[in-house]
């Protein structure tokens, strides 16, 4: 995941680095920084909550735990999958180059 947030982030910064004249741009990148950084922070902790309660299985009205680590984990992580898709799917539709001609 890391790597893949790192293979992300470069062409993000490229991006708004186009859009912002450079009197703004180092207020753009710096919040561009800011929402990457505390993104990065942000699913740790969401995972440690998020491990426990994934796993509970409705079962004629009452719950049942799933014990296995294992499964909580790989559910855990197809969570942050679709979360991923969901946001990162939308950005690759709104984010494009102001000079999109040189890249034709």
């Excluded at 440690?48 to 004629?60: A, D, F, H, M, W």
């Excluded at 799933?66 to 969570?79: A, P, Y």
């Amino acid at each position: 995941m890391g790597l893949a947030c790192g293979i992300i982030a470069g062409p993000a910064l490229v991006v708004v680095s186009h859009w912002f004249s450079t009197k703004r741009r180092g207020f753009a990148l710096g919040i561009t920084g800011f929402g990457a950084s505390s993104g990065s922070t942000m699913f740790p902790a969401a995972s440690q909550k998020l491990i426990p309660l994934i796993g509970s299985v409705l079962i004629g009205g009452g719950t049942v735990r799933v014990r296995s680590f294992n499964i909580r984990f790989k559910w855990t992580v197809r969570v942050f999958g679709f979360i991923l898709i969901a946001t990162l799917g939308m950005a690759n539709i709104v984010c494009f180059s102001k000079h999109l001609w040189i890249f034709l």
